[in-house]
Each structure stands twice: as C-alpha cells, then as structure tokens.
C-alpha cells in the first residue's frame, strides 16, 4: 500500500494540457472547485522485502520501416496505430490491402502487417487489464458496487460523504464517478484498495481527509474529489492513447517513457496515473504483475476473460441536428471533453443565435437526436439510450448536458427523433452560454466528436479544431465553423423532416 504526496507540478507535465476555449464552454459540476505475450513474475518471497521484478525482454532496434506483427486490438484505429508505431496510415494500407478505404475501428483479433520506425525509451509490453474493464460498458452489468464493497472488510463500507446535493456511501459515491465519466467501478475500487487498503483494511488511514491518493490541491480534499480527479487523469491518457495524441508520460524523476506501441489503452492509462505516484523503481513493480495487477487479480479474478466491448467496422447510426427543424441555431463548441477536461474530444455545443454570449432564458428547444429511451437524468443531463434496453452501458447512447431543470424529458420517457427533450441552458456545470452540449458513447466508451468515427448530423461531419473547442462541421461543400460570435460562418439550419 503506497500513499504518496504529488506535487502538482507534476501532475500538469503528465497531462495532455489543451486550452479551454469559447464563451460557451463548460465544465462538469466535479472540476468547478479545482500485444505483446503475458510473462509471469515472481511472487515476493516475504512482504517486508522490496519485491524483485524480473526484468520483460526489450524491443530490438528495428529498421526503419521494417514490417512487424500486430494483432488489431478493440477500438482499433489506422491513425492511432500509425501514431504507436511512429508510422503513418498510407504505409499501413500499403502493407494490408485487404483494409477497405472507409474502414473505422479495426476488427479485434485481426492479423496485420506495420511499418514501424523505432523510439527509444519504450516501457513494458506488459498488459495489466483489458480495455473492456476500464469503461464503464457491458463487462460491468451485473457487477453490484455496494454489495462488493459489502462483502468486505475494509473501511469503505462504513465511508459517508455529503456529494451532489445528497449524502452517500462510500460505494455510491465510487459507482457516481464511474457513471459521470465512464470509468469502471471495478477499475476506481481496485485503485482504492492498491493505494488504501479500501477493502482489505478496517482501519481508515488517518490523513483520508487530506489528499488520499496523492492529488495535492486545496479544493480536493475529499476522496470524491480525489477520485473524480483520478477518473479523469485515467480518461486523459486512455482516450490520448485511443486516438494517438499521447506520446510520452512524464515520471516522476523527470525522465520519458514512451508506451510500447504494442500496449492497450487501459494499460497506457494505468501507466499515466501510476507513474505519478512513485519513484521509478516502485513505478516498475507498479506496472508489472506484482503491482496494481495483483490487487485486480485477487478482487475479481483473470481480468482477460471478459471479451472486447468495441467491434470491428463500428458505424454511427442516423441522427438528426439536436434542434427543430427549421430553426437556426450556432455552432458554438467543436469537439472538448464530454464530463471532465481535457481528453477525450468527445462533445459539441449548439446555442439558439439570440442567447449566444449570455446565461439567458430561450423559448427553443433541444431536440433528440434519434429515437431512443430516457435512462438517466440531473441538473442539466439527460441521456439518450438508442438501443432502448435501459442501460447506458450498453449499445449507442446520447448524453445531453446543460438542459433547463424545470422541463427536461422526465426519466423513463421514451422519445422519437426530433421530440423536444428540453430548453438549452447554463444548468448543470460551469457554462458561460446558453446552450446545449452533446457526446456519444458506444458500450461505455466515449467516442471523439472527430475523427475516424465522427459525429455526422444530417450529413454535417465533425472536425476536430487546433484546440478544444475549435473545430467545424461539413456537408457538402459547405464548412460551419465553431464560434461563440453567432455570425453567418457558424449558423446552421436543421431541415430533417
């Protein structure tokens, strides 16, 4: 068990820093205050002792563009993999004809061929968890946050904390982070218990209500808001991962670790956040199967028998503009976090052009999206569920942020595209601007506004700006761009009938 104090210093060299951009931005109501085979390693022969890990094989130098074996893994992009492998997508194409021109994600388990150009510092090959248990998709149905925590002994079970606007437990509070930003609870409760003793110890540590996984900042003092913080720093790095923007991870001595290009996003996100905490020694028993992976293996058994959550050839279903047909509205946000900061790019915002630059009342309305069920809603939130099984871990689901309390769809409501689901507003989170905020998540998994898988509205595709909050829309010819300003360049016109 190892609490260490991270200076925030450190913190901000590990994260990808994006600007925060755009009069009507916004933030959660959680941050406004602040490949390669498995080896086994040895087991540490008394616990007292530093435990010993035997060092994994490294990577040759490869030659420049020499071909190499890769096994496409869930999620799977030909820009992402281009970014691991310092490569790019045409030679990749060149070396797998077989892959069709408008190809998204890549079947997982497929055989392929990669040019690589070699970079020193890769770290370990070695895989701790699957993606599939990182978010909060299908391989978390079934699974009961508080009666695991119930079952064992630890002092979690008897934790309470005042969090939105109610008090919870400390299960509830775990199962509310992981529902805010898609995170498993299995992943969040394994962290607890490496870094606390969560379930193992009765005994709470006596520095619990300073900084309890090591995140020094004077408004997160909570283990809500540690946690919530945790949640998003892991989102940072998978997601950076996931589309190739995270290249490095900073340790704590200053040094440079380059994810080996074969790793998971999971991993990759686990390394990020570990690497934080420790000296670089304790970081490579962390990584290793002697450290965070041990804990997950002891609580819920072989993490790789749960199967992958992203398929091959993933297509967005038909959606419409989230606003009335007819009605003109501007697009105010390109793609930027969905709950949280930073990555992934995941949300776009649409204001009514009268409200633009202001918290005012409007007599618009959003709209849904596509046909689909009311699975959750709170201050400001709705969210969508395509598939209508009641689950948003499952399937297509839509999550609408900033909607007017005093008429949001009720919970429950089943919804056709183009019915009304609420009046855009400032609600639910910090917002400079009248408006409403939309992501997409596929079983769990929060998918970027831009990119292979874009948003498509109507025909309107999204594209990803220098930074968050920029980026524009485009259908035909016709280029739409990002813009607080409402001026004629950022206008668009829903005419789904």
């Not at 079934?142 to 969090?163: C, I, M, N, Q």
């Amino acid at each position: 068990m190892l609490v260490r104090k991270l200076h925030l210093a450190r913190f901000f060299n590990a994260l990808l820093i994006f600007g925060m951009l755009g009069l009507s931005g916004c933030l959660p109501p959680d941050l406004l205050a602040a490949g390669a085979e498995q080896p086994t390693l040895p087991v540490q022969a008394q616990e007292e002792q530093p435990v010993r890990v035997t060092p994994l094989p490294t990577r040759p130098s490869y030659a420049p563009g020499e071909l190499v074996d890769y096994t496409a893994q869930t999620g799977d992009t030909l820009p992402a993999i281009a970014a691991h492998f310092n490569t790019t997508v045409e030679e990749i194409r060149a070396a797998n004809a077989f892959i069709p021109g408008d190809a998204t994600t890549m079947p997982p388990g497929m055989p392929m061929k990669i040019p690589i150009y070699y970079q020193a510092l890769w770290g370990s090959p070695y895989q701790i968890i699957p993606d599939s248990l990182f978010i909060n998709g299908p391989a978390q149905v079934g699974f009961e946050t508080s009666a695991f925590v119930r079952d064992h002994p630890g002092w979690l079970k008897y934790y309470h904390d005042y969090v939105a606007d109610r008090d919870r437990s400390g299960a509830e509070i775990v199962d509310y982070v992981a529902t805010n930003y898609s995170v498993s609870p299995r992943l969040l409760l394994a962290i607890l218990e490496y870094q606390l003793g969560a379930l193992s110890d009765p005994q709470m540590p006596g520095d619990l209500a300073e900084y309890p996984l090591g995140y020094v900042d004077s408004s997160s003092t909570t283990l809500y808001r540690q946690l919530a913080w945790a949640a998003n720093l892991l989102n940072n790095a998978y997601y950076g991962w996931r589309t190739g923007s995270l290249r490095e991870i900073t340790l704590s001595d200053g040094s440079l670790e380059r994810p080996d290009p074969w790793q998971n996003a999971a991993t990759v996100a686990l390394h990020a956040y570990l690497a934080l905490f420790r000296s670089p020694a304790d970081y490579q028993v962390a990584v290793s199967s002697e450290g965070i992976a041990r804990t997950f293996y002891g609580l819920y058994g072989d993490p790789w028998a749960f199967s992958s959550h992203i398929p091959g050839s993933l297509r967005q279903p038909d959606l419409r503009l989230p606003f009335e047909p007819g009605r003109l509205w501007a697009f105010t946000g390109g793609p930027h976090s969905p709950w949280g900061e930073d990555a992934p790019l995941a949300a776009i915002d649409f204001a009514p052009p009268s409200v633009v630059g202001g918290c005012a009342d409007t007599e618009e309305y959003a709209t849904a999206v596509a046909d689909g069920l009311v699975v959750r809603t709170g201050t400001g939130i709705a969210v969508l569920d395509l598939d209508g099984d009641g689950d948003e871990r499952t399937g297509w689901v839509v999550f609408y942020l900033h909607l007017a309390y005093n008429d949001v769809v009720p919970l429950g409501a089943r919804v056709k595209a183009g019915d009304r689901m609420g009046h855009p507003s400032c609600e639910g989170g910090k917002a400079t601007g009248t408006h409403v905020h939309i992501a997409r998540k596929y079983n769990g998994e929060w998918i970027p506004a831009g990119g292979p898988l874009a948003f498509n509205l109507e025909g309107w595709v999204a594209y990803n700006g220098a930074q968050p909050y920029q980026g524009y829309l485009k259908r035909q010819g016709r280029t739409v761009y990002a813009c607080v300003c409402s001026d004629q360049s950022s206008q668009i016109q829903a005419d789904f009938h």
